[in-house]
Structure formats: C-alpha cells, structure tokens
C-alpha cells in the first residue's frame, strides 16, 4: 500500500527566505509523486511531478523537488518565498504503472499549511 | 474552457435529509473521482470512474453513492446526510493515459 507523510503542518518563513516543505512516501512500486497547491477557497492546483525522468523536478512559480529514493523523499522547495506562495501544499504519491489502468487512486498527505511573513 | 465544475459551492443539511453534489467535466475525460477534505486528513478518495457505466468505491465511500451515466457528469449522492459527512468535497478527472487530476473548485457541506 502507498502513503505519504508530510512533516509539519504549519511551516512560517519570511519573505524571501527559502521554503522547505518535507515529504516521504512508501510504495511497493516505483512511485508517480506530485505537490499540489491549494489556495484559500479554491481546488487543488498541480505545482510539480515526478513520474521517473528527471530526479530535479520544477515546477510554476519557482518551485521544485527532488526524488530522493534512498531517502524515500520528494520535498519542496523554493529559494525565495513571496507573500503569494501562503496557501496548503499537499504532497501525493500513486503506483504509476496502476494509474493508466484501474483508476486515478492518488494518495494524499495530510497537508502543509505555508504562512509568508513580512 | 470551464474544466471541471461542482454545484452548489455551499450546502447546509439537516441530519438524515439527502441530497446530490453535482460534477461536470467538459474535458471529455474518461477518469473521474469524488474526495472529501478534512482537516488534517488531507484528501481521501470516495468513489471513481473509469468511464461512463463503471464505477468503484474509494478509501471511504460508506454513505455515498455514485452513477456515471454520461463521460461529463459525475453526481454525489448522500441519501441520509449525516454530521460526519461535513466537509468540502472535490470533484476531479483526468483523460486515460494521463497522470495529472483536474480539479473543481470544491462544495462545502454542513450537516446539522
């Protein structure tokens, strides 16, 4: 069975300083994983994925993540935060071979809440 | 291009009334998929479609029902609404062959 943790679930930086938003996962399988962004009011957003090419992933609005494999983790990252990045981020993970077939069973963590300070 | 739509954005019910949350995808997207949020639980998984006429149960579909009677519509049915059933859920597709979930902009439920 697929799962993933998501340490922390209110991060707060500065603007400017740099965002690190933690994600581990399990999989039996090598894993498809994702960040979605989700702002206040609104549906979830695709920020990034990692589906087996690149280990470095970017993704919109500077972000990006890296699958590391030996540390099962693909956390999220940023350089400089801006005042627009405050919103819930959700890591997901599923078993990439089984996507195409029975149905789109993405596994969500439960969520990191980003606050951006002045 | 409306992508995926849910009806009504906010709904508040009466313990043991029913009603259905309605989805809409004009991606003619084979795959569609009902979640329900809470917090500190992330997203959990209802019910799915891989195309119209065939549906699943998701991680915890008990007290929902789902049809797929066209590739564009996918309904929620609560037949009797219950407080554990408040949340905001969302409706999401994708095409076959893709990996990426469109979406809807979420319904939130209260159940009294």
Redesign the interface.
Known sequence: AQS?TQLG?HVSVSEGALVLLRCNYSSSVPP?L?W?VQYP??????LL?Y?SAATLVKGINGFEAEFKKSETSFHLTKPSAHMSDAAEY?CAV?E?LR??G?????T????TQLKVEL | NAG?TQTPKFQVLKTGQSMTLQCAQDMNHE?M?W?RQDP??????IH???GAGIT?Q?EVPNGYNVSRSTTEDFPLRLLSAAPSQTSVY?C?S?R??A???T????SRLTVL
Do not use: I
Not at chain 1, 102 to 106: E, M, R, T
Not at chain 1, 108 to 111: D, E, H, I
Not at chain 2, 40 to 45: E, T
Not at chain 2, 103 to 106: D, K, M, S, V, Y
């Open positions: 993933v679930s498809y994702f979605y009011n609104q549906g979830l957003q695709l994925k589906t959700f599923s990439g996507l195409t029975g149905g789109n069973k993405l969500f963590g439960t969520g | 995926v795959y998929s979640y500190g639980m992330g997203l959990r998984l799915y479609s891989v699943d998701g969302f999401a994708r076959a062959g990996n990426v979930l979406f809807g902009a979420g």
